[in-house]
């Protein structure tokens, strides 16, 4: 089994930064594959970026390509996603996610482990 909770998510005007992190614990000894995915208001869940166990293999969703970033601290089971240029259309619950294995996918059903969720609202 493995926990994960998120945390950083807030208010922000446009244009303006926040800091995500997403703490696992439990069975964390395997360096699972994890995702940062979202879910605007009455609209699907997405994918927005996702790392491999490694931290070698990176994904991001052409919408946040040169804004997020994904990264990784294995030694502290912690994998963050910072948002820069933060946009009113990136409004959205976001989830962390884990997925038993080393690599990821672009599936949400693929991900066994979710936290509960954190919100971010960007004002216009």
């Known amino acids: 089994q493995v926990q994960l909770v998120e945390s950083g998510g807030g208010l922000v005007q446009a244009g303006g930064s926040l800091r995500l992190s997403c703490t696992a614990s439990?069975?964390?000894?395997?360096?699972?594959?994890m995702g940062w995915f979202r879910q605007p208001p009455g609209k699907e869940r997405e994918i927005v970026a996702a790392?491999?166990?490694?931290?070698?293999?990176?994904y991001y969703v052409d919408s946040v390509k040169g804004r997020f970033t994904i990264s990784r601290d294995n030694a502290k089971n912690m994998v963050y996603l910072q948002m820069n240029k933060l946009k009113p259309e990136d409004t959205a619950v976001y989830y962390c996610?884990?997925?038993?294995?080393?690599?990821?996918?672009?599936?949400?059903?693929?991900?066994?482990?979710w936290g509960q969720g954190s919100q971010v609202t960007v004002s216009s």
């Open positions: 996610a884990a997925r038993q294995a080393t690599f990821w996918t672009l599936e949400h059903a693929s991900y066994k482990y």
């Open positions: 439990g069975s964390t000894s395997i360096r699972y594959a």
């Open positions: 790392i491999s166990g490694s931290g070698g293999r990176i």
